[in-house]
């Protein structure tokens, strides 16, 4: 993702457009991973279930947006 923020123009580079925005997106599910190392196998689960459904399905909205509209 890094790289394909890199390839936008300087001008598009900017909070809110959709690749900028994924980026982000996917760092806070990392964030939200880093920590959950330590515990039990069932207390990462339920943390991951909680903490990443959000941020999961708030990357989910723009990509079906884009379903019909991106190339195959």
Partial sequence: MIKAEDNLPKLQRRRGHPISELSRLIEQLFAIESPCGGMRPESRCLARQRETRPVLERIE??????LHAALP
């Fill in 61 to 66: 909205e723009p990509l079906v947006c884009q």
